[in-house]
């Protein structure tokens, strides 16, 4: 009996095989990129392909200084590396270690020369470009009915806002007559009146995205009056169709994003602002009350009843000071007053009289000052403190010192 071999040996074995072939070891080969994807790890995987074949190809991340360019669908290159088995599922595939462009593919070609076209026409012009509404509330589909894009499309939009309607329209998005069905979808739902329209499909390669290059798409994507969100492959798979729409978005679930508003969001905001607004008159009332006293204080200090108060115990300030003015005055008077009659009482003639004095007079009570005023036998009046007497002159001597005594 022949001998037995376990899956691994064979797989080591094939795997021995191929790295003691020196052409394998260093080979370059030449094909259309297909099925390209960029992983997370920094490796490229895609497919080589000619009109009869393909070849599974991977660019690990450390060779990427052998890639000058970005890898995108149809691009025809020369990969030169080392054709090798992926000993654990018993596959080979070429690990490229240098890729340089060689022309390109038919398909990349030919969605060249269309997007040329259509672009010369001014389809992908800005002024042409609609609005996509902020808060739509009816939103349509374009897309395989059990493909991943409806359920990430159905998933977003309901954590994003549950209130609002999808419309699906179960289109085919690959292969023979898929083209003709996503123009029927498209004019189907706009004329239905939604907000707006996701049209697109998951990812895949440039075969599996070829109806999205087709010319009768994009026209009825141009001609649609609902606005139209393009949603085809990942986020470096570029069509025609994301040229023609009014908004580009990188994934079906990009797209639920950007036509679907987040409605605890708005609500939140919605209450932000609620709050806000709150705050802000309060604060105004405050500042409002705040001036409303000030002015009650402004008006209580122009208050004619206060002024009247006021005026009224200026005057009987006033008065009060006046009233002690005139009686520090009536006192310093009376005083002086008091001064001055003791000083007239002193120079006073009766004053004089009660001492013992006389007062002489002659005539009509004219004052004798002098013997000279008198002539003998003459009357005279004597005024003494408690009477008159009336004497008449017999004699007048004058002295030698005038202004004596008589």
Known sequence: MAGIYSVSQVNSYIKNMFAQDFALSRISVRGEISNCKYHTSGHIYFTLKDGTG????????????????????????????????????????LYARKIELDGQGDLFARFLKLRDELEEMGMFSAEYKQPIPKYARTVGVVTASTGAAIRDIMNITARRNPYVQLVLYPALVQGAGAA??????????????????????????????????????????????????????????????????????????????????????F??????????????????VERRRYQTEQFRLRLQLHDPQRQIREKRQRLADLQSQMEGLMERRLLDARHRLALLAGRLHGLSPLERISRGFGFLTHGEEQRIESVADVEPGETITVRIRDGRIRAEVTEREQLDAPGGET
């Open 54 to 93: 393909t070849l599974a190809a991977v660019m690990f991340a450390s060779q990427r200084r052998g890639l000058s360019f970005p890898l995108r669908e149809g691009q025809q290159v020369v990969v030169t590396g080392a054709v090798d088995v992926y000993e654990r599922d018993g596959k080979y595939q």
């Open 180 to 265: 003709a069905s996503i123009v029927k979808g498209i004019q189907t739902l706009d004329a239905m009146g939604l907000d707006v329209l996701i049209v697109g499909r998951g990812g895949g390669s440039i075969e599996d995205l070829w109806a999205f290059n087709e010319e009768p798409v994009a026209r009825a994507i141009f001609a649609c009056r609902t606005p139209v969100i393009s949603a085809v492959g990942h986020e470096t798979d570029v069509t025609i169709a994301d040229y023609v729409a009014d908004l580009r978005a990188p994934t079906p679930s990009a797209a639920a994003e950007l036509a679907v508003f987040d409605y605890r969001q």
């Open 267 to 284: 609500a939140g905001d919605v209450q932000a602002y609620r709050g806000a607004i709150t705050r802000a008159m309060m604060r105004q």
